[in-house]
Structures are given as structure tokens and as C-alpha cells.
């Protein structure tokens, strides 16, 4: 069964960092392109990062030097190390698969969902 599931999430301090995970199973991860997205409440669901099968990266520009996004394919995994966090980045952060990085990420391209993770930055 195909499925994405996001874990990671939490409350945490301004400045403070965060890593989420994003466990896929039921397909080849290495064969896709991985996108991470956000949503806080009242507003549009955002691209925030997004990794293709060449491993090459893109970020949003309001994450852009503040997180990283990484794969390991042997495991399944995809990874958002997320740094210098402040009271904008509070949202439902979101996994999904699509079959290529668009620029700037757009939610159409991707297929399947994880159901989220709460991230909260607050002091």
C-alpha cells in the first residue's frame, strides 16, 4: 500500500530547530521526486522544498538557507532539517510525491499526500 507518513513535528522555540521525516513505502522513493509543503491556518497550502531523482534541491525563499531537505532511498526517507525557525514557519507541514520538482512547487504535480505534521513556533 502506498503511503506517506510525516513525523517530526512539534512546539518549539523561535530560533529553535526542527527535523521532520517523511516515511514512504509501497513504491521505489529513488524513482520520484519529493516535495515538502506547508499549510498554516487560513491560508493557501505552500511549496517549501522540494527534492528530484538527481537529487537536485529547490527551496522557497523564505525557507532558503534555513532548511535542508534530504533523502535516503535505502530507508525510505526523506528528511527536512529545519533551522532558525521563527512565528511564520507555524503551519501543518506535508509530504508528497510527484514525479518531478516544478518551480516553484505546484500542488497539482503531486499525487500522493502524507496527512501532516503539526509544527508550532512559539515562545
Known amino acids: 500500500q502506498l503511503q506517506l507518513v510525516e513525523s517530526g513535528g512539534g512546539l518549539v522555540q523561535p530560533g529553535g530547530s526542527l527535523r521532520l521525516s517523511c516515511k514512504a513505502s509501497?513504491?521505489?522513493?529513488?524513482?520520484?521526486?519529493i516535495g515538502w509543503f506547508r499549510q498554516a491556518p487560513g491560508k493557501e497550502r505552500e511549496g517549501v522544498s522540494c527534492?528530484?531523482?538527481?537529487?537536485?534541491?529547490y527551496y522557497a525563499d523564505s525557507v532558503k538557507g534555513r532548511f535542508t531537505i534530504s533523502k535516503d532511498n535505502a530507508e525510505g526517507m526523506v528528511y527536512l532539517q529545519m533551522n532558525s525557525l521563527n512565528p511564520e514557519d507555524t503551519a501543518v507541514y506535508y509530504c508528497?510525491?510527484?514525479?518531478?520538482?516544478?518551480?516553484?512547487?505546484?500542488?497539482?504535480?503531486?499525487?500522493?499526500w502524507g496527512r501532516g505534521t503539526q509544527v508550532t513556533v512559539s515562545s
Open positions: 509501497g513504491f521505489t522513493l529513488h524513482a520520484y521526486a
Open positions: 508528497a510525491r510527484s514525479w518531478y520538482c516544478t518551480i516553484p512547487l505546484s500542488k497539482s504535480e503531486y499525487d500522493y
Open positions: 527534492m528530484d531523482t538527481g537529487r537536485n534541491t
